[in-house]
């Protein structure tokens, strides 16, 4: 059961555009989520967060926007650049009750290519 | 500050044989955790390891297993395996809450011949 799904394996797009990569989950009790970039043969590196009592976070060139009706997640980069080529990876976590035992649930990923 | 540290960077092994990965968390941090990402696959939960003890585990059979060490460095070990366990092991650490996310090493990138 894949709870956090990231339906488009691969992005590309022009430099100086704006870049979209989408998230679904489906879990209701997810309440923090996360994006994590990565690029061959390195470990995931920490992006953006957002927590379910926003709508929106803002870091530089990175927004992510949160839809809690439609259980949908977006990471925007504007502008984009050639180093932001990488795969990136939304995930989930809950807290309290809603603790997922340590674990952040990841999506598939989705492999972005910014051409210059 | 060193990162979390993972070996070794490259690891093949014959079906059948016993694999062990270590990683070095982040000094403070306490918590370990352990994914593997299979080709075309995202990251899948295995283990975390806190103060020494094993919290919880994902959907992984039980030749999967580990431990942390009291300095909270831990390793992995992967017994019996199997050509589907070919995949990059990653280990990432965290200090409290790990909602709020980890750091991750590079990983071990696992064949198995």
């Known amino acids: 059961d894949q709870q956090v799904k990231q339906n488009s394996p691969s992005l590309s797009v022009q430099e100086g555009r704006i870049s979209i990569l989408n998230c679904d989950y489906t879990?209701?009790?997810?309440?923090?989520f996360l994006w994590y970039k990565k690029y061959p043969a390195e470990g995931p590196t920490f992006l953006i967060s957002?927590?379910?009592?926003?709508d929106k976070n803002e870091d530089g060139r990175f927004t992510v926007f949160l839809n809690k009706s439609a259980k949908h997640l977006s990471l925007h980069i504007v502008p984009s650049q050639p180093g932001d080529s990488a795969v990136y990876f939304c995930?989930?976590?809950?807290?309290?009750?809603?603790?997922?035992?340590?674990?952040?649930?990841f999506g598939q990923g989705t492999e972005l290519s910014v051409k210059p | 500050e060193a990162g979390v540290t993972q070996s070794p960077t490259h690891l093949i092994k014959t079906r059948g044989q016993q694999a062990t990965l270590r990683c070095s968390p982040i000094?403070?941090?306490?918590?370990v955790y352990w994914y593997q990402q299979a080709l075309g696959l995202g990251l899948q939960f295995l283990l975390w390891y806190d103060e020494g003890e094993e919290r919880n585990r994902g959907n992984f059979p039980p030749r999967f297993s580990g431990r942390q060490f009291p300095n909270y460095s831990s390793e992995l070990n992967v017994n019996a395996l199997e050509l589907e366990d070919s995949a990059l092991y990653l280990c990432?650490?965290?200090?409290?809450?790990?909602?709020?996310?980890?750091?991750f090493g590079s990983g071990t990138r696992l064949t198995v011949v």
């Open positions: 957002i927590s379910s009592i926003k």
């Open positions: 995930a989930a976590s809950g807290f309290g009750i809603y603790n997922q035992g340590g674990k952040l649930i």
């Open positions: 000094s403070g941090h306490t918590s």
């Open positions: 990432a650490s965290s200090f409290g809450d790990s909602n709020y996310g980890y750091t």
């Open positions: 879990n209701s009790m997810f309440d923090y």
